[in-house]
């Protein structure tokens, strides 16, 4: 039953020709019976065009509309009474209301209301009276009216439907493009990450690796440690860039102890004591009472902190120290981080390095601009040069 369904839904043609024949053969039964038939040549071609009207509703409503009323007005010329294929007037009334012209509509709703009455004026019984007249007029009058508000009914719930296919898909639409978006954050979020583990990590090695070509031959204990804090500095590099590049890996399952988690705050002192023991004096205090804070401020202090340092290693000559302060207060973190090296021009900072392809300063703005922070860098009197910011608790509005 339901193969045969599905096939009828895919051929509603086949349905409507073959209940066409099924009206058609009635018709021309009842009329061959009746003997109230005023002009029998007329009876066969007026048949004849009301069962082409129930086959062809679908493919042109319009069209068969006009031909029914044509044909009934036919009909009451001719005096040929009421019939069965009459029915197919209340058919084509269905299908204009339900997806036919808005002016078809509109025509089969009158032509309809007005079917009976004049049927009943052409073929008044004179036993029932004006009132039974009437009545019956009336009585026949609400198949035509009904048949129209289930068409319209149709249309109207179709028209709803459709425009909630038209919203799904507008929001599906809608869904991929921010999904697009999102990737595309998060990529530049990772190109953040990468740059400011590379940068760093990549400069502590290449500066253990010149003091312990320098100092090979003459302390071989110091080069010795030069070359075991390389190691430990790209193995940390490793572990982070596996971390970051993990997220951007498909069809493969990890363990989620292949990954370390973010920097955060605490780790900060650690990166300080790398870089003391890469030769970098850095002094470093906290102020305020430490507590916990949001992901996404926690990191971005860190990185800040990392950037800068990275920066004086590579900026700030042989001879340079540097301070990095963080400050808890009640409604925010606030980060100061000085050197008083020879320092370089800003556009440097700016650029990222000597090469141009970093991020610098501008990927510094950004973090704290993601978490609706201010930064202030520049060059402090007398040399050096100075990173101010300070990170809310929560985001501006």
């Known amino acids: 039953m339901q193969r045969l369904y599905d096939f009828l839904r895919r051929h509603p043609m086949w349905v409507d020709g073959f209940w066409a024949v099924v009206l058609l053969g009635i018709s021309m039964l009842g009329g061959a019976a009746s003997e109230q038939i005023g002009l029998r040549a007329a009876v066969v071609p007026i048949t004849l065009l009301l069962s082409l009207v129930v086959a062809l509703r679908r493919r042109v409503p319009e069209a068969m509309l006009l031909l029914a009323a044509a044909v009934g007005v036919a ?41 009976a009455p004049l049927a009943q004026l052409r073929w008044s019984n004179e036993q029932t009276g004006v009132a039974g007249d009437i009545a019956l007029a009336v009585l026949q009058t609400v198949p035509f009216a009904l048949a129209w508000v289930l068409g319209d009914s149709i249309r109207t719930r179709r028209a709803y439907f459709a425009q909630l296919e038209e919203r799904a898909a507008r929001l599906e639409r809608e869904r991929e493009a921010q999904s697009k978006v999102a990737v595309a954050a998060e990529r530049a979020r990772i190109a953040r990450e990468l740059h400011d583990v590379v940068a760093h990590n990549v400069s502590v090695m290449v500066v253990q690796a010149d003091g312990a070509a320098y100092v090979l031959d003459a302390a071989p204990d110091q080069a010795k440690k030069a070359l075991e804090t390389i190691s430990s500095t790209g193995r940390q590099a490793l572990a982070e860039m596996r971390r970051l590049l993990g997220v951007l890996r498909t069809g493969e399952h990890q363990e989620a102890g292949e990954y370390v988690p973010q920097p955060d705050v605490q780790q900060i002192e650690d990166l300080v004591e790398d870089c003391r023991g890469s030769g970098l004096p850095v002094d470093f205090k906290v102020e305020g009472t430490p507590r916990p804070l949001p992901s996404g401020v926690e990191l971005t202090a860190y990185r800040i902190v990392q950037e800068a340092l990275t920066n004086t290693r590579k900026h700030g000559g042989p001879n340079a ?51 609706g922070g201010t930064l202030d860098a520049g060059p402090r009197p007398g040399g050096g040069f100075r990173i101010s910011a300070l990170l809310p608790l929560k985001p501006a509005h």
Do not use: N
């Open 321 to 371: 120290g540097a301070s990095v302060r963080l400050v808890y207060f009640d409604d925010g973190l606030g980060l100061l981080v000085e050197d008083d090296g020879k320092g370089a021009p800003q556009e440097l900072y700016e650029e990222g390095g000597f090469d141009g392809q970093g991020h610098g300063l501008i990927g510094m703005r950004e973090r704290v601009g993601m978490v």
């Open 75 to 115: 009909q009451l010329v001719t005096d040929v009474a009421i019939l069965p294929a009459d029915f197919a007037m209340l058919v084509i009334v269905y299908t204009v209301a339900a997806e036919g012209a808005r002016w078809a509509s509109r025509f089969a709703l009158v032509a309809g209301l007005c079917a």
